[in-house]
């Protein structure tokens, strides 16, 4: 018996339990211990503590990340001095330690925020976010912020759901009195707009009554489903928050409205008539230190009552104002404030899918071939990109596009949660991998909730089909003689088109047109509602994700188109790819196997898909090159590859592993 390699055998199964470090954080890790941004040390390490093969191909990549434009951005290396202050924590550190890192990282940065200079006029803090949040520095800045997900969830409450809630809700009084302090993070915000029994539909309950002796408001939380929860720093660190809640004068109800209420003090200790409970661990995020918030008729002066939309004059008189005219108006202009959040999201989600990316091509998982491996690697890059060429969606003059933020923040998280799934499956629990499992798992459960919060997807779906609907009438205007009747007609239609999206439209079409038949003869809107959510709803979901994916398809056709003029013909059968995978997805089963199908669609040179992913796979280097993660000095290293680790080529399995170790 060889007892060397029984020793070996021992020791890959008695290795403990690898502790689960956020993934993002390790490649942090090594840009911060480096001198250059990410040089050799960080494959090393990565390689050396994942114990997994890593693909050898240093001069191809070299070459392609010279060739491709940065898609994240080289300015990766920034990230350096943000974390040069912070000490890295496992997420098997204690829930305290957790938040008083991220608290600790949280001011830290607030300390080093980036300014933007405009006409001689220089912004930084909540106002450069609220009024640049596109400008490249402010996208680049929250990009990277994004690698950390509950330092951006802390980050994104208090200077996008707090701040920017300040500016746009407020007027210049509150400017003047909290704008510099909440900068300087002299004061921490939250968002207190969930309560136990009202999420998605926001008829709060908890209400501000106004006193017109005091001239001031008494909030109150009149039942236990009335208390705000979830609140992101609601529990310990916000100081103050924006409050929404149901505005009452002389007994008459007003709708919802935004106040600013001042939570506990600095030394952390509440204010009378405040109660807050911790909501301790949850499955990630647990440096968000989420709250439960009661609130016993707390007095707060008129000046809270955050007043770009209305006042209430001496006499009690409520006046609407800047284009408020009821209560659910005001309702929706509040709404619109959460666009910041929505769209920030999907920059985190587009960004995360591409690390995701970039690991998988790094490390393919054992239990694939090589063409099991480029056929996901394929999929997963179609999806990146689509996401990184959709940005215009929310970006420049679709900036304040509430449908557009809504729909992309739903399809980007989904997106990126299926991207992780996708490893979790693959990367197993064999002890070489086990490691880059879990790290996967601890992104994926950080980046879980981006599905709820900020709205629920489900909901997004819900609120982009009533766009498409509204879409949908003008579409029918210009092809009333079409007569989309059944779905041969459709196949023809979209088939004349020679584009996969037009599949994709053709079938929203056909919903739409479902839904608006049953739901334009109903007299009321309540009516409509009712019908709506019970006959309708599944299909008003898939509306909403056909209408989407084929906006971001015109997007991703668009960039498609331009750069092949600039001779990269294989974003094309990338888009190819992403729009046939959306089809299966999305599309009725039965169409997919019509004969000659796919071939229909995509005449030319490979008429069929599998050739398609052959061909993309000459492309892999460049186009993981083309997001930007500076592995130069990872792939280097693999060269010589640490002693527990195999190259792909010769990737040995467990299984004969044990043969070879003759027991
Ligand atoms: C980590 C985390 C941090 C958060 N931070 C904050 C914060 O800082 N401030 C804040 O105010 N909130 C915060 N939230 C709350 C978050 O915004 C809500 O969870 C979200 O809006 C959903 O509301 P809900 O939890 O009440 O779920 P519900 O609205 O009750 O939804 C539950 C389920 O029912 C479905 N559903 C709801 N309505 C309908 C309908 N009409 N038709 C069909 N299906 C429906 C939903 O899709 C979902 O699957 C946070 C949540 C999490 C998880």
Partial sequence: MNVDKVQNLLTIFEAPEPEPINLVHLFLQELEKSEAPLDDRGINFLSNCAGVPVRNNRSKFLQASEAAPSIIGKELSTLRPILEETTLLSHNST???????????????????????????????????????????????????????????????????????????GTQKHIDQYLDKADQLEIIGCCMFTEIGHGSSPLFETTATYNRERRGFVINTPSLTAQKCWIGGGARNATHGVLFAQLII????????????????????????????????????????????????????????????????????????????????ILYKLMVNFIFGRKYITMACTTGMAMISTLFYVYPPQCLSKKGWEFHLTNLLAEAFAFKYASDLIM?????????????????????????????????????????????????????????????????????????????????????????????????????????????????????????????????????????????????????????TFLILSEYEKAAKAETEKGHHHIWDLYAIYAWNQMQELLPERLGKRKGFWDKFLSGEKPDLMPRYDYIAKFHDELVAGFGFKLEGMIDNILEPPPQSVSFDTAESLESRIKNAKL
């Fill in 250 to 329: 002389d007994g008459k109800e007003y709708g919802i409205h935004p106040f600013i209420v001042q939570l506990r003090g600095r030394n952390g200790v509440n204010k009378p008539g405040v109660t807050t409970t911790d909501l301790g661990p949850k499955m990630g995020l647990d440096g968000v230190d989420n709250g439960i918030i009661h609130f016993d008729h707390v007095f707060v002066p008129y000046d809270a009552l955050l007043d770009h939309y209305c006042e209430i004059n001496h006499e009690g008189q409520y006046i609407g104002r800047n284009g408020n005219r009821d209560s659910m108006s």
């Fill in 396 to 548: 420049g003059e679709n900036a304040y596009n509430h449908f557009n933020a809504s729909i992309m923040k739903a399809l980007s998280s989904t997106a990126n949660q299926k991207s992780l799934q996708l490893c979790q499956n693959l990367y197993d629990s064999n002890p070489m991998t086990r490691r880059i499992r879990a790290l996967v798992n601890s992104y994926f459960a950080d980046q879980a909730a981006t599905l709820t919060y900020e709205g629920d997807n489900y909901l997004l779906y819900m609120l982009f089909m009533k766009h498409s609907l509204d879409q949908a009438k003008h579409w029918f205007q210009g092809m009333t003689k079409l007569r989309f009747n059944s779905y041969a007609q459709l196949f023809k239609w979209a088939l004349s088109r020679k584009d996969p999206k037009y599949m994709i439209l053709g079938e929203a079409f056909l919903l739409a047109k479902t839904i608006g038949a049953h739901l334009e003869p109903l007299k009321s809107n309540e009516e409509r509602f009712k019908v709506f959510n019970k006959e309708f709803q599944l299909m008003g979901v898939k509306l909403g994700k056909l209408y989407g």
């Fill in 95 to 169: 829930l305290k330690q957790q938040r008083e890192q991220k608290i600790a990282r949280l001011k830290w940065l607030a300390e080093r925020l980036p300014e933007i200079t405009e006409d001689g006029k220089t912004t930084r803090g909540i106002e450069m976010f609220c009024h640049h949040f596109d400008h490249p520095i402010v996208r680049n800045f929250l990009q990277l912020l994004s690698f950390d997900p509950a330092l951006a969830t802390l980050f994104g409450v208090h200077f996008f759901l707090f701040g920017v809630s300040l500016l746009k809700l």
